[in-house]
């Protein structure tokens, strides 16, 4: 199976700020890569999907970038809504785990 | 708009068994697949199972593999998660997820909680 590795776990970080988070495959997953939000009490959402297409509603500021077993999720400026957990999934091979998540904390 | 509200969870010995249901609402149930996703207490995400849109293929992560079965009723816009020799480490929040036809998640149920303890 595919395991996904995130870096850093926590990031702090002021609004304002760029934002890279990393998410590395032990394996191949060509194209196959989404990043979800989850804050607080909340349900994830999906940002990203396909390593780079925001899903509906996703705002400009969030894009993701990468190919093969290398991916980034680039927030350009933290707005406060955007201090949460995020998470990298890949869907190439079954089964489609996520990874261990990146927390983006107020500094 | 859609929705999709899971019920059935509940506090459960180890070793017992529990059926988790998903009712979804906004979309033509019977054209997607769903997943079934678990975060414990503090805890990442964890995909747990995941079935196609007539039911015909099924997947299953290693850790639940043999003890849980997913299963759907489209005539009645319904899915289920069976759950047996259920252990401490299955405890979580279980979501009700829907597939985008490109299995990622595009919409997300507000969870089930699932506790095992004695």
Known sequence: ?107 | QVHLVESGGAVVQPGGSLRLSCAPSGFTFSNYGIHWVRQAPGKGLEWVTFINYNGNDKYYADSVKGRFTISRDNSKSTLYLQMNSLRHEDTAMYYCAKDNSDYYIDHWGQGTLVTVSS
């Open chain 1, 1 to 107: 199976e595919i395991v996904l590795t995130q870096s850093p776990a926590t990031l702090s970080l002021s609004p304002g700020e760029r934002a890279t988070l990393s998410c590395r495959a032990s394996q191949s997953v060509s194209d196959g890569l989404a990043w979800y939000q989850q804050k607080p009490g909340r349900v994830p959402r999906l940002l990203i999907y396909a390593v780079s297409n925001r899903a509906t509603g996703i705002p400009a500021r969030f894009s993701g970038s990468g190919s093969g077993t290398d991916f980034t999720l680039t927030i350009s400026s933290l707005e406060p809504d955007d201090f949460a957990v995020y998470y990298c999934q890949q869907r190439s091979k079954w089964p489609p785990h996520f990874g261990g998540g990146t927390k983006v904390e107020i500094k």
